[in-house]
């Protein structure tokens, strides 16, 4: 008999995100992986990237300043570890800290699924390093996500 093994990753170190866009996955896919798109909304409400450098392929990295009203900078950078078009994205997620050093990573997986002219996102981040961190990123990434929602309205 083989034995096999599973990965189990903890619940509460783990953040999972689904949700339908009102847009075909070829568009969807586009937004996510071409910069002058991803430049509008990733980010959440409230901050802008002021700072971005995108190298979209495999093994290809990313690096950008999210930019807060009041002028707070936080840098995060990843590299981009698969790309299937129009099917999904895997990228490592980091933020740098004052020296450079990349904090708290973990690892990013987008997957598109076609419903006619809609799509569904099924977003996957982990491992976090605690409950909070993943409460935090949850809200940063629901407020990215209404921002894509708001992009994909008016992009044709």
């Known amino acids: 008999m083989k034995a096999t093994a599973s990965i189990v990753e903890p619940a509460e170190r783990t953040l ?6 009102e847009a075909p996955r070829a568009l969807v896919f ?5 910069p002058e798109h991803l430049v509008r909304w990733f980010a959440p409400r409230g901050f802008t990237l002021s700072a971005c ?3 979209i392929r495999p093994g290809g ?3 950008c300043c999210m930019t807060s009203e ?3 900078e936080h840098w995060l950078r990843g590299v981009y570890r698969e790309i299937v078009a129009p099917e999904r994205l895997v990228f490592t997620h980091g933020w740098e800290g004052e020296d450079g050093a990349v904090k708290d990573d973990t690892l990013v997986t987008a997957v598109f699924i076609a419903e006619g002219d809609r799509t569904r996102l099924r977003f996957h981040q982990a491992l976090f390093t605690s409950e909070s961190a993943r409460d935090s990123h949850r809200g ?3 407020s990215c996500f ?3 929602d708001d992009y994909l309205a008016d992009t044709p």
């Open 70 to 72: 009041a002028g707070e």
């Open 30 to 34: 586009k937004v996510w992986t071409q």
């Open 16 to 21: 999972v995100i689904e949700r339908l866009f």
């Open 53 to 55: 450098d995108f190298d």
């Open 61 to 63: 990295a990313y690096r």
């Open 146 to 148: 209404d921002r894509l």
């Open 140 to 142: 940063g990434w629901e």
